[in-house]
T-cell receptor, first 112, second 112 residues
């Protein structure tokens, strides 16, 4: 089945230790998104790619970076995680911008 | 902020009853979407309604959109225990920038 896959599902890292979260998709969608969702809050868009065109949200901290080496894969790099970065990180894809988004199961990040 | 607000924040009803959730937003939109999120999981798309539509149905779901009031409602009829989840509305602005802005969510609990 076509889907959005996120690895790992749970990630524990230490304060300040770089961490990379990955997302892959078999839907062949043009657009990929990364969201941060803290407990009982709405998903907050960090950035998105339209094909290779990177779009950063104005309030996304510089600590967060992303790479999309090909259509299928997208990575979220957190260069120096702080305690406030503990959250669920959701990857999503869509065929066209603004239309239905397909979400992966998320990666829950814990920072010690 | 364009972020929508949802009302109520939490709702508990008996199985078999109908559940209604409301969403308000601030700016003009291309479409409004509803998503469901089970605890600790990714979001699942439920239904999309375009700005020129007033009502849409999908199975036990009924969505209405009033662009003059910048509001939408989601009705779930004949609720089931499996409907227990958080429900988010999300809007695409009419500037077509491939992004969705999510509302604050309604936590729905169905009591068996």
């Amino acid at each position: 089945d076509a889907m959005v896959i996120q690895n790992p599902r749970y990630q524990v890292t230490q304060f300040g230790k770089p961490v990379t979260l990955s997302c892959s998709q078999t839907l062949n969608h043009n657009v990929m998104y990364w969201y941060q969702q803290k407990s009982s809050q709405a998903p907050k868009l960090l950035f998105h790619y339209y094909d290779k065109d990177f779009n950063n949200e104005a309030d996304t901290p510089d600590n967060f970076q992303s790479r999309r080496p090909n259509t299928s894969f997208c990575f979220l790099d957190i260069r120096s995680p702080g305690l406030g970065d503990a959250a669920m990180y959701l990857c999503a894809t869509s065929n066209f911008g603004g239309e239905t988004q397909y979400f992966g199961p998320g990666t829950r990040l814990l920072v010690l | 902020s364009q972020q929508g607000e949802e009302d109520p924040q939490a709702l508990s009803i008996q199985e078999g009853e109908n559940a209604t959730m409301n969403c308000s937003y601030k700016t003009s939109i291309n479409n409004l979407q509803w998503y469901r999120q089970n605890s600790g999981r990714g979001l699942v798309h439920l239904i999309l309604i375009r700005s020129n539509e007033r009502e849409k149905h999908s199975g036990r779901l009924r969505v209405t959109l009033d662009t003059s009031k910048k509001s939408s409602s989601l009705l779930i009829t004949a609720s089931r225990a499996a409907d227990t989840a958080s429900y988010f509305c999300a809007t695409e602005g009419d500037f077509g920038n491939e992004k969705l802005t999510f509302g604050t969510g309604t936590r729905l609990t169905i009591i068996p």
